[in-house]
Structure formats: structure tokens, C-alpha cells
């Protein structure tokens, strides 16, 4: 182990699905360390068994967490090295963890993470969206109306956006994600990563919606969803001879017959050279 005097805290990734996906240096930690700190003790078990390793559990969950904290970190401090592991994927990721790692750094404790599975990155390597710049928003709001006023937020956001659904819940979120969205929107619906039946779907949200209501099949295991980035209209271009009978008309008349006039000589929509006029306006304020 890499610590001595005080003791470590290893923040250990494990397997979203696939147990071959652990690493080595994952499996020599969990042999090593003095305690694993499982966010759910029966189903860590079931890893270690697999890979023989017979460390003791001690629970750490999103209902214990603050109560363990203590015994923990006086733990650490005592010497003995401890791992902090999920049920899948990468701990603290839209999981428990982050009140114990946080109380270890201000206690000057080393955390060292050992990277491995994280289901918002796997999704986002095979999903075909833009992966330069993204955004992990991790669950939806449950309610109907909070979940609402979260997409509300974020519809505009440029970047991909990529969220953790229930799968009881995946069908609302995704009717929910069309309404304020836009239904042609792309997204991508990632399910059961590494998994028997993993799904990797990228198609319009209207679409989405559609093949999930279809098949109750898709709404069962771990869901993630990508939405593209959103895309500012394009500006409509502009006959430059409209542009100047209008700016002309604009010097004698009113807005709104200084564009019907423009739009009768010019052929030009009407209620678009009226906009331009209204937005040349807005701007000389």
C-alpha cells in the first residue's frame, strides 16, 4: 500500500455490468486495504467472492454516511487504509462517498482514486454526440414539475448533456425531454452498459419516446440519456436591395407600413422585414 503513518482512503471504481472491466490495480487495493466501505455491503460481496478476496464490509450509504463518517476517518487516522466502493462504476458519481472524502481532505488524509468504470463516460463514447465539451446532470428531478423546470434550464445549453433515469421513470423523462426540447432534438438513449443486453440508441427524441413506449423491454436496468446540443436558428438572409428600400421607407413611415411597402416592391416576406426593423430599432436605442 502507498500509505503509512495515516492511513489512506482509496476511492475505488468497480464494474457498471462486465466483472472483466475491473482492474488489476482495483483487485490488489481491495485485497490490501484494512476495510471496504461498500455503498451496499450484498451486493459488493458478491464481487469479492467472484474474485476471492475476503476484506470486511462495512457499510456506506446515502442513509449512513454521516453517521459512519466518524468512525471512518478515526480509522484512517489510526493507520488502517480503507476503500470506498459504489455498486457500480465510479463512487460519487451520482453516489454515495462525497461527505467521507471531503472530511478526509480537510483532515489532511491522502485520498487516492483508482480509476476504472463510470457509465456517464462509457455512454458518451459510443453515443455519436459531440464529447468535446458535456455537461452530466446526474438524475432528473422525480416530479413531473420540478423535472419540467429543470429541462426548462437547460434547453439551451451547447453542450451535451447527459443525465442517469430510472427506468420507471425514463418514459416520462423522455415525453418530458421532447415537449420542451423540440421533438427532433437528437438524443441517445444508453442502456444496460456492458451488459447482456446493452442498448445503444441515437435517434430524435419523437422517436425515443415512440420505440420506448413500444417495447416494455426498454424500460428495464440502468438507463442513461444524451441529448445533443442545442443549436441557435440560423439568421434567414436578407435581399440587400430589400434591406435598403426598407431602411429608406423606414425615414417617412411607420414600422409596420414602412415593411408592408418594402415587402410589395421588394417580394420580400413582410413579416420578416418587419422583425429586421423592429430589431434595427431595439439596437439604435
Known sequence: MECNQIGCLYVVATPIGNLEDITHRALNVLREVDLIAAEDTRHTSKLLQHFAISTPLKPCHDHNEREQQGYLINLLLSGKNIALVSDAGTPLISD????LVKEAQLK??????????????TALSAAGLPSDRFSFEGFLPAKSVARK?????LKQEQRTLIFYEAPHRLLESLQDLSAIFGSDRVAVLARE???????????????????????????????VLLISPWKAPEEESFNQESLRVLKVLLNELPVKQAAALAAEITGERKNKLYQYAIECIDKNK
Do not use: M, Y
Open 108 to 121: 489532511h488524509i491522502k485520498v487516492v482514486p483508482v480509476p476504472g468504470a463510470c457509465a456517464v463516460i
Open 193 to 223: 452498459l456492458t451488459k447482456t443486453f446493452e442498448t445503444i440508441k441515437q435517434c430524435s427524441l419523437a422517436e425515443l419516446v415512440n420505440w420506448v413506449a413500444s417495447d416494455a423491454n426498454q424500460q428495464r436496468g440502468e438507463c
Open 96 to 99: 454515495p462517498g462525497f461527505h
Open 149 to 153: 423546470n429543470t429541462l426548462e434550464s
